[in-house]
């Protein structure tokens, strides 16, 4: 068996400790002869499961009493529908931050049912270059929208702005990379599959008196009331993907929890972004170095045949997925919390003796 470094931006790569604990403990999970796949959401085996991973999110980003943790479906474009329907009522309308495909996305879909307005850009020309702070807010706005990381453009929120409204964050790719200030957000929703495990289950963080504001005509399965309500258990929950997102908030907790995740990315964002700076005429990013993502690093070679080759060759040294998103082209170099310091360091020596070869 050969297990490549897989720099790809989501679905992503998993520690492959828990990969192995969920091999090691997939036929029959605690010794009750079935699997975790096989066992019901009601009974005493998941329920455990779920328990942990709450208690696990809770924990390692010390999470106040005034928020709880939720495990929902529909992936973070999910989440972009149900903040309206919950939250827009008729007459009010919502700021969102654009800074680029997610979060015109989730402005899209926002605009669809109610009002949402622009408030901010991290645009200049045709690039995005920043996370901007600097915005225009509306003070009745219902609340206040951001991408914290925007994992196709490559730019990240290092700090958050400070706004009267709820402020509500799609943190899909980078959702526990450090320890974060929960109480300063109204709600948190992140697709499992970037930062904390596979696809299929979405998490959300969010303020118990934000939800109690939400609109009750909304159908229960689309409602943060009855997901509250219910302890994300008014139907079958999403049970496997929840199973392996505890056993990533129990590596997570093993690797010195979100401090250690943060003192490990930033060595490995250190490490590219060095290669980068260290040849800016080859390796090109229009992004504002105090915007630039610890997640996604990105940027573009001189041409776009160059680009090509580096994706294959790199793919050909057991460094996958490395090609940029088709929006901005060349290179998206996706280092999760799961990405080892010896696949970027790999990748590191890479970059450098490709664009020796080929500047
Ligand atoms: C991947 C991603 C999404 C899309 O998530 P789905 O779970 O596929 O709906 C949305 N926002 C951001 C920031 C992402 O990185």
Known sequence: MTRVFNFSPGPATLPT?????????????????????????????YSAVHAEAKALFKELLAIPDTHEVLFMQGGASGQNALLPMNFLPEGKSADYVDTGTWSVKS??????LAKARWAGSGKAGDRYVKAPLDLELDNDAAYVHITSNSTIMGTQYHEYPATQAPLVADMSSDLLWRPLDVSKFGLIYAGAQKNVGPAGVTIVIADKSFIASARDEVPNIWSYKFFLEKDSLGNTAPTFPIYVVSRVLRWVKDNGGAAGMQA????????????????????????????????????????????????????????????????????????????????????????????????
């Open 264 to 359: 490990r990315n930033q060595k490995k964002a250190d490490t590219l972004y060095g290669v980068i700076d260290g040849a800016p005429d080859f390796f090109r990013t229009p992004i504002e170095k105090a915007s630039r993502s610890v997640m996604n690093v990105v940027c573009n070679l001189p041409n776009a045949d160059l680009e090509k080759k580096f994706v294959a060759d790199a793919a050909a040294a057991g460094l996958v997925n490395t090609k940029g998103h088709r929006s901005v082209g060349g290179l998206r170099l996706s280092i999760y919390n799961a990405m080892s310091q010896e696949g970027v360091d790999k990748l590191a020596q890479f970059m450098t003796d490709f664009q020796k070869a080929n500047a």
């Open 107 to 112: 402005f899209k879909a926002a605009n669809k």
């Open 17 to 45: 400790e828990v990969l192995e604990s969920v091999q090691a403990e997939l036929l029959d999970y605690e010794s009750s002869g079935i699997s975790m796949l096989e066992h019901s959401h009601r009974g005493a085996q």
